[in-house]
């Protein structure tokens, strides 16, 4: 059996570049993360995420004392239809004066935050919320 958790907001029709809301994922198994944008989009979102103690600061550089990566996910879309789709994490999701809808799965073993960042953008909003999977036995 399987139990979802609650869900949890990044951004909420986040109209300018930057990094949401961190969430702590560490006891998921598995992330669903919704993304919906608005008003004629022109943006690209990227997933962030680390393994580190403590939440990194993902809106500044990596160092060694700041640790966090572009997480990669697959269109869940693409998975129905048999045909898994790969975005690299440094890629991210973008859309070009258009609104799109999107639910894409994060699998890493181990990850702890969980975050994304828009950049690019010159116009429209988005809407970035995450929930976990766990597996009940």
Known sequence: ??????????????????????????SWE?????????????????????????APDFSAAVTASNMWDYLSFVDSDAVASGLATIT????????????AFQNVAVTYPGLKWLCATVTARAAG??????????NVN
């Open 125 to 134: 909003s988005v809407t970035v919320k995450a929930r976990g999977v766990k």
């Open 30 to 54: 598995k992330i669903l993360v919704e993304i919906a944008t608005a008003t004629s989009a022109n943006l690209t979102v990227k997933l962030q995420g680390s393994i580190s103690d403590a």
């Open 88 to 99: 690299a994490g440094a890629t991210g999701f973008a859309v070009a004066g258009t609104d």
């Open 1 to 26: 059996m399987q139990y979802l958790t609650s869900l949890n907001t990044i951004f909420n029709a986040q109209a300018a570049t930057g990094t949401g809301t961190v969430v702590n994922v560490e």
